[in-house]
């Protein structure tokens, strides 16, 4: 299937560069699938959909402050970036660099707080492999002087670091935000739980390649990057019961279908622990995991608006895109909420 199907024009304008002044105030698009019925709702109006029993998913993930900007150790002028990548083994990690040139191997770079890091490996991908000199934790270091890591096309930093957070975040490892679960807030979670509905929790930890577009011409030339995700015990336990009431499963971002429909197993249950995936879903695959889909607005050409595609049809995502363009919904990150169901 062609790259180009899945492209479409947003007003600049329309792209949210500030979260709505309330979480579950942000806008929702529900798609009703079996009736092709749109409507307008408010975020905190999802609740009306849910059904007693029915069990929501969300991925507890946190995001890490991954920029630093650093004075070249040599030179002692130019200012250089260093964007967290992950965590290796014995310390290392990996880490996207600007410029390029001044991040050869052997090079030194001290950080805020002192901490001096080195140039150990330059992969073929341009990413670098570093370590500290000193032994600290290069995490720590990125938690106490790291700025979050908005998307490129957030131009504004006028928003509180926190807001790029999901309020129920716990483990940190994602460079960027599982943006689905932003519009969540304390009241909207109160009236899930008053209504009967469960929630459980998966990690997936989301790295730069889930945002990177698709250069292929055809989405089967496209590699697909690997993730890490973790299934809990009671999040598989709590699914399988689900399942076996006949209730509704709803994922609450790529992120979460993405680990969901990679645990899933023959029987129906969900494989738990530490697993991770390639897994790329596009048009024609089957979904065997999820029933609803809580997600927000995608990138034109992304690995995101292909997945939402395969799951509610790709001309209805792009009927659904010029609906909410149309109503000036607010895009990406910082914007507005759709639900398929």
């Known amino acids: 299937m062609k790259t180009e199907l899945f492209d ?19 806008r929702l698009l529900v798609y009703e699938r079996d009736k092709k019925k749109i409507s ?3 975020f905190s109006n999802i609740v009306d959909y849910f059904e007693p029993g029915d069990l929501l998913i969300v991925n507890s993930s946190k995001v890490i402050p991954a920029r630093l900007y650093t004075k070249d150790k040599i030179e002692g002028s130019k200012e250089c970036e260093v964007f ?27 950080l805020p707080g002192n901490t001096v890091i080195e140039v150990e490996e330059i992969l073929d991908s341009g990413l670098r492999i570093m370590k500290t000199t000193d032994g600290k934790d290069p995490v720590g270091v990125f938690r106490k002087y790291g700025e979050m890591p908005l998307p490129p096309y ?7 670091p926190e807001r790029y957070q999901t309020v129920y975040s716990k483990l940190e490892g994602s460079v960027a935000a599982p943006t ?3 519009h969540f807030d304390e009241n909207v979670f109160k ?5 009967g509905v469960k929630v459980a929790e998966v990690i ?41 009431r006949n209730n509704k499963v709803w994922a609450c971002g790529t992120t979460s279908v993405r680990t969901l429909e990679s645990a899933i197993r023959d029987d129906k249950t969900l494989k738990t622990g530490w697993q991770a995936t390639t897994c790329f879903i596009k048009p024609g695959y089957k979904f065997l995991a999820i029933d609803h889909f809580i997600t927000n607005f995608h990138l034109p050409k992304s690995t995101l608006i292909v997945l939402v595609s395969a799951f509610a049809g790709r001309e209805e995502i792009l009927n659904l ?12 990150s910082f914007g507005d909420s759709m639900v398929m169901i």
């Open 191 to 195: 009236a899930l739980k008053d209504k």
């Open 180 to 182: 689905a679960g932003l």
């Open 8 to 26: 479409y024009f947003l007003p600049p304008e329309l792209i949210a560069q500030v979260p709505a002044d309330k979480r579950s105030e942000s």
């Open 40 to 42: 307008h709702r408010q």
């Open 321 to 332: 895109y010029a609906e909410a363009i149309k109503e000036k919904y607010r895009f990406y």
């Open 84 to 110: 967290f990548i992950k965590l290796l083994q014995d310390g290392r990690f990996e880490a996207m660099v600007k410029p390029g040139k001044k991040f050869k191997v052997g090079r030194k770079h001290t």
């Open 204 to 244: 997936l930890h989301v790295g730069l390649g889930t945002f990177k577009p698709v250069e292929a011409d055809d989405l089967d030339d496209h590699q697909m990057h690997e993730e890490v995700f973790f299934v809990p015990d009671e999040t598989a336990k709590l699914f399988k019961e689900t399942k076996e």
């Open 154 to 160: 957030i131009t504004s930093r006028e928003s509180e």
